[in-house]
């Protein structure tokens, strides 16, 4: 785990290191996804593999707020 300091040395969180490397691989447009492997000429399947929704390119947009699945998601977790 590693130590993420946020504004003084009072507010710290702990973090996994797997999600710390998601994160900067999100920020950094680094995480493979559909749309860039259909960029690249890479592969096949470029459609989101989460809802299976034939028309819907997987795109970080798309994985994080269009995606119907993220939707309810991101819905059940406010709720909690």
């Known amino acids: 785990?590693?130590?993420i300091q946020l504004c003084s040395p009072e507010d710290?969180?702990?973090v996994p290191?797997?999600?710390?490397?998601?994160?900067w691989k999100i920020?950094?447009?680094a995480h493979p996804m559909g749309s860039e492997f259909?960029?690249?000429g890479i592969g096949e399947d470029h459609l989101c593999h989460v809802c299976k929704n034939v028309n819907a390119l997987?795109?970080?947009?798309?994985?994080?707020?269009?995606?119907?699945?993220a939707?309810?998601?991101w819905l059940a977790l406010?709720?909690?």
């Open 38 to 40: 259909l960029r690249h």
């Open 58 to 69: 997987e795109t970080l947009e798309h994985l994080f707020r269009d995606c119907p699945v």
């Open 1 to 3: 785990r590693m130590v």
């Open 78 to 80: 406010i709720l909690v």
């Open 17 to 23: 290191k797997k999600w710390i490397t998601f994160l």
């Open 27 to 29: 920020f950094n447009n």
């Open 71 to 73: 939707e309810k998601f």
């Open 12 to 14: 710290r969180l702990l």
